[in-house]
Structures are given as structure tokens and as C-alpha cells.
């Protein structure tokens, strides 16, 4: 695959439409359409309506992208999307109208996994990372401890055996009202606030590198529910405690893994990894300890088009597949 190519990305594995666009190494455009204001009055994603607003956006957002990145849309070499993980409902949308675009542009079409787009999401800023490394991904579905010891050899040590990070967060925040999506609402509750404050647990695995936050979140409602009407807790001290003990496991568990392996390069991905307190504690980790540490910027940690393009492109090179072997089959697959 010559490498200036240019990849149309579709994802829509969960509530975000989005479409990027690059050539090379460089991102000409990566548009993302949000059903926050959409999602928020239920206090989460409803599958149902998530594919239904995916349908109404997609086109729209397609065109849109082509214009504004000024190129003409025969240019288009290769079109990519997430095939899953994610709602069935959702993907499928993305899914089919990129494989749509294909077949109409007459050009291959390439699945991406989804966690393997977050995985592959800091090439974007940082071309230069390669394996081995060891990644933490953090998503509202998935907790994984990755180690890629090559490109498409990937090694999970580990994984959540009850509830994902994102969701912590997400659960604990409906239980509260705090707000939706509930990581970010959290992040900003917990401004100023004492992470201290309230003494959280910070749940163990038989597996070592394996991750539990169920637990965390009952431990935290059933605080709530003793708490009397002369006890005085701000909000801000409770939130900062919550995110202090997600992010503390996540980073024990990571440490463990990091030392266990010995790699000296680190990264991560998945919306959790926008989270700025989990961010600190990483680089503050990864300064002390010499390691390299490859993170997506916030907005290319949570879902977006611009992994998935990088991710395929990655992939076509390091499978040193040619897309015009795959242009036939991909289409009538
Ligand atoms: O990767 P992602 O955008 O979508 C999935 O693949 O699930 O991750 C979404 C998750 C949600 O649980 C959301 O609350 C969390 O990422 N999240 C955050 C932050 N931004 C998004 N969690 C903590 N702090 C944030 N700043
Ligand atoms: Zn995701």
C-alpha cells in the first residue's frame, strides 16, 4: 500500500456518528456528531434511538466531511469502518453505508475492530510509536491491559471481570444525577474537591492484572444512603474521592503489568483516557520511570473516525497487504 493513499473512516459503534478522513500521515478532517443532547434526558445511550439518529446523520456528515476537506470524492482509495465491538444497532448503520460507499466508489472496503482503533489511536499523533508496548484501554464497555508485542499480536493480560471503567464512572453518575455522559461530568464535579475525603475501596482480582469496579460503585451508593442530613460532604470532596479510587486501580493494576513486562513504552486509549486526573497520573509515571509514553490527545481518546483510519492504514502496511487484492472480495463479502 503506498503510503499517501487517502482512507475514509466510518464509526459508529455507539451513540457518536463519526467520519474522518486522511492522507498519509496527515488527518485532512475528523467530524464527529454527538447524541449527548439526544441520550442525556434518559440517562444513557438508548440502543434504539442511537441507530435511528446514526441513520438521520450519516449522510448528511458524509458530504459534509468531502466538502470541507476539499477533496473530490473519486480521491477516496480505501473506505474503512468499525465492524464491532458496540451496538448491533448502531454499527450496522456505519457499517453498511460505508460498504455502500465502496461498492459505489468502486474502491476496498476494510473492517476495523473497534478496540484495536483505540489501540492504534496515538499513531496518530505519535507515528513513531511502535512495539512492543503495553496499553491501557478504558472505554464504556471495555477495561484491558494490552500488550502488543508486534502489530497484530496482541496479548491481554488482562481485562475488567465486572464493569468497565467508563461505566463506574457512567453508573455512579445516573445513581446521582451528576450528568451524562457521566466520566466527563465527574471529572468536572471533582474540580478543587478533596480526592481524600471519602475512604473508597479499591476492589482485587484472583488474576492479577484483571480489574473489578462493581464493587466500587455499591461501596459508594451505600455511603451515600448512610450519610444523614447533618453530615456535611460537598459534592466536589465525594466526586474527587470516586475518580481518585477508578483511577487509582486502573494505575495500580497498569504499574503491575509495566513492571511485570519490563516494556519501555507505554500507552492507552478509550474515553476514560480523556479523563485529566488519570492523565496526570500516567505521564507523573511514566517521567519518574523513564518510560516513553504514547497517549491520543483527549479527543482522539474517546470514540472517533480518525482511529479507525489510522488503525486500517496501520494494518494494510503491517499485513504488507495489497488493496487491490482485497478490492473484489471486500466488496461482495
Ligand atoms: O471510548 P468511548 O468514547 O466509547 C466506548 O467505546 O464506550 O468511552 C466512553 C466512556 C464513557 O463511559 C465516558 O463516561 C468515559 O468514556 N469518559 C470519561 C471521560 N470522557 C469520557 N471518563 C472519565 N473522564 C473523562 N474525561
Ligand atoms: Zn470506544
Not at 454499527?91 to 478496540?115: C, I, Q, R, T
Not at 455522559?181 to 479499591?202: C, F, H, M, T, Y
Request: aromatic residues 8%.
Amino acid at each position: 500500500m503506498q503510503s499517501e493513499k487517502i482512507i475514509i473512516g466510518f464509526e459508529t459503534s455507539c451513540d457518536e456518528t463519526a467520519i474522518a478522513l486522511m492522507k498519509g500521515d496527515k488527518l485532512l478532517i475528523n467530524k464527529i456528531s454527538s447524541q449527548v443532547e439526544i441520550h442525556e434526558k434518559f440517562g444513557g445511550v438508548v440502543p434504539e434511538v442511537a441507530s435511528r439518529a446514526h441513520a438521520e446523520m450519516i449522510r448528511n456528515l458524509f458530504h459534509s466531511s468531502i466538502n470541507e476537506c476539499g477533496i473530490d470524492i473519486g480521491e477516496i482509495d480505501i473506505v474503512a469502518s468499525t465492524d464491532g465491538p458496540g451496538l448491533a444497532g448502531s454499527l450496522v448503520v456505519g457499517y453498511n453505508f460505508a460498504k455502500s460507499v465502496a461498492w459505489a466508489l468502486e474502491k476496498p472496503f476494510y473492517a476495523v475492530d473497534h478496540m484495536v482503533g483505540h489501540l492504534s489511536a496515538p499513531l496518530i499523533e505519535h507515528p513513531n510509536m511502535e512495539p512492543p508496548f503495553l496499553s491501557l484501554l478504558v472505554s464504556g464497555g471495555h477495561t484491558q491491559i494490552v500488550l502488543v508485542e508486534d502489530w497484530g499480536k496482541y496479548n491481554l493480560l488482562g481485562s475488567t471481570i465486572d464493569d468497565a471503567a467508563g461505566e463506574a464512572f457512567d453508573k455512579l453518575s445516573r445513581f446521582c444525577g451528576f450528568g451524562f455522559p457521566g466520566g466527563p461530568a465527574i471529572q468536572k464535579i471533582s474540580e478543587g474537591g478533596d480526592p481524600k475525603k471519602v475512604d473508597l475501596p479499591r476492589p482485587k482480582t484472583s488474576n492479577k492484572f484483571d480489574y473489578s469496579f462493581s464493587g466500587l460503585k455499591t461501596a459508594a451508593v451505600y455511603f451515600l444512603q448512610k450519610l444523614s442530613e447533618e453530615d456535611q460532604l460537598l459534592k466536589k470532596d465525594f466526586a474527587a474521592s470516586y475518580q481518585e479510587a477508578i483511577v487509582d486501580s486502573l494505575m495500580e493494576i497498569f504499574v503491575k503489568a509495566i513492571k511485570e513486562t519490563g516494556v519501555n513504552n507505554i500507552s492507552g486509549g478509550g474515553g476514560v483516557m480523556a479523563n485529566s486526573r488519570l492523565r496526570e497520573k500516567i505521564v507523573l509515571f511514566s517521567e519518574n520511570n523513564n518510560k516513553n509514553l504514547y497517549l491520543p490527545s483527549p479527543k482522539l481518546s474517546t470514540d472517533n473516525a480518525a482511529m479507525i483510519c489510522v488503525a486500517a492504514k496501520n494494518e494494510l502496511i503491517t499485513n504488507k497487504i495489497n488493496i487491490d487484492d482485497i478490492r473484489l472480495s471486500s466488496i461482495i463479502s
